[in-house]
């Protein structure tokens, strides 16, 4: 089987991140401090997060392999989690939202490819 390893610095994501939309930075900044897939982000919800233990845990039927996961909680990530539930809404559990509505899987990729082409 074929896998890829692909790496960016930190410099490159916060350069890359300068480019997108705020919603996406918190995001982007997600993805590269728990190394937690796009999907798992896009998923995310606040029952899932545990700041008390600084664990993030996804159920078996949550993840692309299929066994539970538990996510350490970055102390940059900590600032993320509070500054967003300060503006949630509290009638939806999903992390990463835009005017209370979640975010659609498939917007994920053009604030990124956008990015890249301006970078």
Known sequence: MDQR??????????RISAECR??????????YLTGMRKGEIHRIRWS?????K?????????TKEGKS????????IVQVFE?????RSLGNDVLFQI????IKY???QHPWTRALALN
């Open 5 to 14: 390893n692909a790496y960016i610095s930190f410099d490159d994501v916060q």
């Open 22 to 31: 705020s919603w996406f930075r918190d995001m982007i900044q997600m993805g």
């Open 48 to 52: 899932h997060i545990n700041l008390a």
């Open 54 to 62: 600084r664990i993030i845990t996804f159920h078996s039927s949550e």
């Open 69 to 76: 996961k538990r996510v350490p909680i970055h102390g940059d």
């Open 83 to 87: 500054r967003i539930g300060k503006v």
């Open 99 to 102: 005017n209370g509505n979640p």
């Open 106 to 108: 498939d917007s994920l």
